[in-house]
Nanobody, 125 residues
């Protein structure tokens, strides 16, 4: 059974850091591109970052602040988030697209077959 489980969310002050984890069960993370999405209150879900065998990708608003990585031994994908701002507040989801394991091709929600339940990130003073 395929399952993605996010963890690591919480409340942090502006300028702080968090590391999100996405534990993957049911397939190897090397067999899919794995992306992080977020959804702020009242806004659409947006892609934040993606990792695959061929590349990593970041949306412009997080470049230089967020780092995506993966640990094959733990079958887990991480999102290190630094210099957080209130605009980073939202529910963060990881998602997997096995069809594009070789290259992150974007953040079209319908192309991601598997989703986690989300973890909440709040950046507030």
């Amino acid at each position: 059974q395929v399952q993605l489980v996010e963890s690591g969310g919480g409340v942090v002050q502006p300028g702080g850091s968090l590391r999100l984890s996405c534990g993957v069960f049911g397939f190897s993370i090397g067999d899919a591109s794995i992306a992080w999405f977020r959804q702020a209150p009242g806004k659409d879900r947006e892609g934040v970052s993606c990792i695959s065998d061929g590349n990593t990708d970041y949306t412009d608003s997080v470049k230089g602040r967020f780092t995506i990585s993966r640990d094959h031994a733990k079958n887990t994908v991480y999102l290190q988030m630094n210099s957080l701002t209130p605009e980073d507040t939202g529910d963060y989801y990881c998602a997997a697209d096995p069809a594009t394991y070789y290259y992150c091709s974007g953040y079209k929600i319908l192309e991601y077959d598997y989703w986690g339940q989300g973890t909440q990130v709040t950046v507030s003073s």
